[in-house]
């Protein structure tokens, strides 16, 4: 079956076109085709954006639901909630738990992907802990936190073909040889949660470590030795061009000033916009959990963010991916650079850009329309429509 889009803002991986698009089944067939194509449909964009869906690589749950859960149920509202707002790709996210825990996460992701409980393609899994430094631990449960113990990682990535990304604090004893492992088996290692100094981060990308977990939040920062200052995580990071910076737009976690900086640094080819967004977003003020209802720990919605039990710090976000490109054009990032950074740069960074990520001839039809307030009318995934507002 041929769509035909016309009249669209094409938003492509360094322009915006004005003008049509043709896919053909679940592939992007032409751009901006002689003006005689036939079509068995064509869609009036009306000057609306026409852009790459948008991939969310950590995310936690929403709509009253973590993934953690592992039900059918689960997965279908996290992805019912999320699709409205532009997410055509998500990667679950997991926390720090019992080995038994994490593989019953990962197994419930293969189970979801493999059923297509959700419209919103699975991508993978993501292990967020339990290798933390426990000083940097965030709203994850201090009972659950370990060192990298290999025996248990490998039963772990053995357990299923799911794992994409896994958080580590790469200062602990042994989560360097993890590195190596996780690369090896084509698995993302990013470093979060994490203490360490400029050399212990130099020595995870030189084993294999390509990113940091929620760049500023949970991670060390500049501090004073003796006499002198040595670099943390957050420094580092940003310093060393190979490593991307994930980033949660969402307003809060970071000063606005602070997201605009981080984007002059790495720019968009390596600045990955997500929303650790967890199972109150989307929903009213209240009680929630992270990690799930049965053995998450407590969090509060207030508005929109999420604070852990005695609001000392945030509890991941609330907030949906469309919101992520309102907050990077708050900051002055042109729209085409917003878009690359929830698209083509967290696609690559996965490995996924072959087919996912952009707008171009060959690649899946990924799509979404919206307007300049970054509301979805429509989405597509394999070319079908899964979404009209």
């Known amino acids: 079956m041929k769509i035909l889009f016309v009249n669209a803002r094409i938003i492509l991986p360094s322009d915006i076109l004005k003008g049509s698009l043709l896919i053909e089944n679940d592939r992007i067939k032409e751009i901006n085709p002689p003006k005689n194509t036939e079509a068995d449909v064509t869609i009036d964009c009306k000057n609306k954006f026409l852009s790459p869906g948008f991939i969310d690589i950590h995310l936690h749950g929403g709509g009253g639901h973590d993934f953690m859960e592992g039900t059918k149920e689960a997965y279908e509202k996290i992805s019912e909630v999320h699709l409205v707002h532009g997410t055509t790709s998500f990667i679950p996210t997991s926390v720090a738990a019992s080995k038994t825990r994490i593989i019953s996460f990962l197994k419930a992701c293969e189970e979801a992907r493999l059923n297509k409980y959700t419209k919103v393609k699975i991508l993978g899994a993501h292990l967020e802990g339990p290798y933390f430094n426990p000083i940097r631990r965030g709203a994850h449960d201090l009972k659950e936190l370990r060192h990298p113990d290999k025996k248990e990682y490998e039963e772990i990535v053995k357990a299923t073909k ?19 492992y996780l690369q090896a088996n084509g698995i993302n290692a990013s470093i979060g949660h994490s203490d360490a100094d400029e050399g212990e981060v130099i020595k995870a990308v030189n084993n294999n470590y390509t990113s940091t977990t929620h760049h500023y939040n949970a ?18 990071g940003q310093l060393l061009d190979c490593l991307y910076t994930e980033i949660i737009a969402d307003g809060h976690h970071i000063p606005l000033n602070i997201i605009a900086l981080n984007y002059k640094i790495k720019t968009a080819n390596k600045m990955v916009l997500v929303t650790d ?66 698209t083509l740069t967290p696609a690559t960074l996965i490995g996924e850009d072959k087919d996912l990520g952009s707008i171009e001839i060959g690649k899946k039809a990924d799509l979404i329309i919206f307007d300049d307030n970054i509301d979805i009318f429509q989405s597509f995934i394999d070319g079908r429509e899964v979404y009209r507002k």
Do not use: Q
């Open 162 to 180: 799911i794992l994409k990304r896994w958080t580590i604090a790469c200062e602990l004893p042994d989560a360097l040889e993890l590195g190596n």
């Open 219 to 236: 991670m060390s920062m500049l501090k004073k030795v003796g006499a002198y200052r040595i670099p943390g995580v957050v420094e580092t």
């Open 277 to 342: 967004a967890m199972m109150a977003a989307t929903c009213e003020d209240g009680a929630y959990y992270i990690g799930g209802k049965e053995s998450g720990l407590k969090a509060i919605k207030k508005g929109d963010i999420a604070l852990v039990e005695d609001l000392s710090g945030f509890a991941g976000s609330v907030a949906t991916t469309n919101h992520l490109i309102r907050t990077a054009k708050k900051v002055g990032i042109p729209l085409v650079e917003a878009v690359k950074m929830l």
